[in-house]
């Protein structure tokens, strides 16, 4: 399956900002999916995690409370809506897919965030 970020710009602190990943496969929805993001300098960072149905749902400590990750199975898209958005929050944004029982085999290429301050 190939995935496609979209959805990044530059915003203001404090302001709000929503990433679609658009798959290419209907098996996308049999996929957990996520989202990862790279500073400049630093290391790829895990964000936010959501099972196949959207039922469970995991963040990273850094972005809890401020973004909330979602999917829409009929339209095998699945969205990051970021809150309260902080300069540390700039960054490439990834969007990742794995089969069940494997890693993170599927990456989108990436779309950037700038927040200003």
């Known amino acids: 399956v190939q995935l496609q970020a979209s959805g990044g710009g530059l915003v203001q602190a404090g302001g709000s900002l929503r990433l679609s990943c658009a798959a290419s496969?209907?098996?996308?929805?049999?996929?957990?999916a996520g989202w990862f993001r790279q500073a400049p300098g630093k290391e790829r960072e895990f964000i936010a995690s959501?099972?196949?149905?959207?039922?469970?749902?995991t963040y990273a400590d850094s972005v809890r409370g401020r973004f909330t990750v979602s999917r829409d199975n009929a339209k095998i898209t699945m969205y990051l809506q970021m809150s309260s958005l902080i300069p540390e929050d700039t960054a490439v944004y990834y969007c990742?897919?794995?089969?069940?029982?494997?890693?993170?085999?599927?990456w989108g290429q990436g779309t950037q965030v700038t927040v200003s301050s």
């Open positions: 496969a209907r098996a996308f929805r049999y996929y957990t």
């Open positions: 990742v897919a794995q089969r069940a029982g494997s890693n993170w085999g599927y």
């Open positions: 959501i099972s196949q149905n959207g039922g469970s749902t």
